[in-house]
């Protein structure tokens, strides 16, 4: 009988167990509401649209980040090794490593500068004149980007970036006094001049709220890639240290040709590759921006080399390496302001005047003053960079850049050619300026550096060579085994 009992127990738990799922379900009341098929539907797609819309995002920051990571190395190509081996090659042999040493050295000291309060000094909000430091030591520099000025890249990005920019420019103006300055003076002098004029400038030209700025300024001047920052203040302020501290020794009466125009060749060719981080890079972005920058830049490198060469054939019966080479730097130099704003066509006429007019100032003009700018900068920099500033107010196109734009949003002519005369003004403005920040702030500079350190070396040691005298090398030991 109990056998029985329970044979019937275990059967009838199984019954119960099976029946579960259809006959015991839960009441209405304890089982959970179930959401309108309609609402489900419309939240799963929003969400998915979300996500997919972050992940667009997402994309377009990484390419926009690598592309500036990109243009930010290029840049400093252009000062190491591009700047350095075309300055090195066009000295004497015996001042190549002494002129290198100033491109080089300058890589370390601008960045120190920049990361104590260079950057925050051009970038931050401050005055129309200079920014204040709330960026100091980099504070709150990181991966968030600052829509102010570029919205898709992290700003550490931004600032490492522009750094680069802060380099080169000091860097050009070596040239100007290669083979005759102390090198502790020079170093002074670099760290003196970023501070009292590259700073400032760049914060009046690029700061949001500089007063030359393009969209926001008093003034507003177009310079997309530094044609005022970098080549007017670099130029203007090259002359500047040339008159002052006078000729090379022997100069102009004994011949100073460069010791190796295959190092120039070399160096002028870098310099133009890396020119496309220096303009295309200025877009900010990996998009149609930097492609017409991009295409600018090497139409009017093009334009102004055959310009410079065909004057020099003109002139002499002979078109030179090195005036070929000159040429291609005088019109890299001219379209650096312009090349955001402009059009390929625009860009090879810009080009073609750089060139003649490039070539003219470092032959005839420097001729005719006597003045010893040892490497030419002001008559490639400081005038081909004034020109390329002016001819961007004739050039520039609301087609290729709508910087400007009425109450409504709707973009207004940019230059001259396309219905705006009055930039040209606005253009000389900014130039001048550049040229008056350069000269007085050079000046005073100079005239303190002097005081406290001395600016030239002794004539012995300039007759003997910078290398050996300012740094106890020689660039080339060829008796050595």
Known sequence: ???????????????????????????????????????????????????????????????????????????????????????????????????????????????????????SLVFHAGSRFLGNFDYLFLHGVGAAPDPDYAATIPQQTFMVYQLMFAIITPALITGAFAERMKFKAMLLFMVLWTIIVYDPMAHMVWGKDGLLNATAGAIPTLDFAGGTVVHVTSGISALVC??????????????????????????????????????????????????????ATHFAAAAASLGWATAEWIRSGKASVLGAISGAVAGLVAITPAAGFVGPMSALAIGAIAGPVCYQMVTRVKSKFGYDDSLDVFGVHGAGGTLGAILTGVFAAKAINPVFKDAHGVATAVGLIDGRPGQILNQLAGAAIAW????????????????????????????QGLDLSQHGEEGYNLEAQ
């Open 1 to 119: 009988m109990r056998k029985r009992a329970l044979r019937i127990l275990m059967g009838w738990g199984v019954v119960c167990a099976l029946l579960a799922p259809a006959g015991f379900a839960q009441t209405p009341s304890a089982a959970a509401p179930e959401p309108a098929a309609g609402a489900s539907s419309s939240t799963d797609l929003q969400s998915r649209m979300n996500a997919l819309e972050q992940q667009a995002a997402d994309a377009r920051m990484a390419g926009d980040n690598a592309w500036m990571l990109a243009c930010a190395a290029l840049v400093l190509m252009m000062t190491g090794p591009g700047l350095a081996l075309f300055y090195g090659g066009l000295v004497r042999k015996k001042n190549v490593l002494a002129t290198m040493m100033q491109s080089f050295i300058l890589m370390g000291v601008v960045t120190v500068l920049w990361a104590l309060f260079g950057y």
């Open 242 to 295: 040339a008159l002052y501290l006078g000729k090379r020794v022997g100069f102009p009466k004994e011949p100073m040709p460069p010791h190796s125009v295959v190092l120039s060749v070399i160096g002028a060719c870098l310099l133009w590759v890396g020119w496309f981080g220096f303009n295309a890079g200025s877009a900010l972005a990996a998009g149609s921006l930097a492609t017409s920058a991009f295409v």
């Open 436 to 463: 008056v920040l350069g000269i007085v702030g050079t000046l005073i500079i100079l005239k303190v550096v002097d005081v406290l350190v001395g600016l030239r070396v002794t004539e012995e040691q300039e007759i």
